[in-house]
């Protein structure tokens, strides 16, 4: 069985995280290779890792030359099944759909109708409407949790074309990283070393909440000065959220640390992970936290609550909630035996439940299933 994976190759995020972790023991088991537009993240790093990967030399998003390529490859390379991700990926491979005879599979790794949303009007009128359209056209969906799944059905997708499969990493695999110290004086930290750091990585984008975080920074810095706040990512929101943090007089207490690929450095040198999103499918940042035993909070959302069990393996909060959110980091950080007793069993729980050994199976049971019919 010949599987093609297609994805844009400048993805930072989740996608990138689930498809590197993915092919890399899929690829022991059956043959595929990924394919994408231009040389980015994803590209790079896959390159890097000898993942079997080709690259299509996108001029522009708008370059529809590729489309050509594209059906050239699952022609010529005979391709039983054709798996995307992202919303270039579905743009381009719907556009080649009439010349392609083979299954089409995409992965739904966010809410496709808030992608794009507060971004740029262009962006998300232009890009999330191809995208939505795009959907429609495709044989089968994975959606990254059984809510992801449950929204796909509810949004008028036939429910026994779409499958439901967890994130998941190695738990295995050494985990290389540098020092708290080393950390901080790469990142102009070292003042802050005696500090508590509550940290969180995500795209500087409004889905994500980052001003959820910032408003609550602002509220645990009114109880205790012995804190500092911690966000990596890069994205269109950077300019809001600094005049937020500049309205709330906090310049001293938090740090943006822009795009960081050392993304295993900074979970090893926080105190306490976080995810504050307004909306959610399963996300990695929460499992490469787990590797950590990272003490975790996280806003309630998507398939979120499988992994963080309030109080048993972390501490959830309503979304939005920036008061609730302040009241979690408040409680960890006083009670520092039931933090480091919320990151063991998230170890445990993730180790057991998310390993990439259960998600590897469960792509090539849908893959044989697909291929059978």
Known sequence: MKVL??????????????????????RKQIDMKILCFFAGDFYNEAKKIGLPVELLNQKSRYDLSVIKKIIKIIKDEKYDIVHCHGSRANWFIFLAKPFIKVP???TVHSDYKKDFEGVNLYRYLVYTGLNRLALRFFDYYIGVSPEFKKMLVNRGFVENKVFSIYNGV???EKLDCIDRKSFAQKHDLIEHMDKKWVGII?????????DVFIKGAAEVLKARQDVHFLIA???????????????LDIN?????????KDVNSFYNALDINNITSYSESFTYVLLEGARFKKTTISSAVGGIPELIKNEETGLLFEKGNYNQFAGCVLKLLSDKETAVKYGENLYIHAKTNFSVENMVKQ????????NGK
């Open 170 to 172: 190695d738990f295995d």
């Open 233 to 247: 990512g890069a994205g269109g929101q950077k300019d809001e959220l600094e005049k937020l943090v500049n309205t």
């Open 252 to 260: 001293n207490n938090i740090t943006f640390l822009g795009h960081i």
């Open 5 to 26: 994976h297609i994805i844009s190759g400048g993805d930072s995020g989740g996608a990138k995280s689930h498809l590197i972790t993915l092919s890399k023991e899929l």
């Open 104 to 106: 089409l599979i995409t």
């Open 202 to 210: 995500a795209r500087l984008d409004p889905v994500k909440g980052l």
């Open 363 to 370: 792509h090539i049971d849908i893959y044989e299933k697909i």
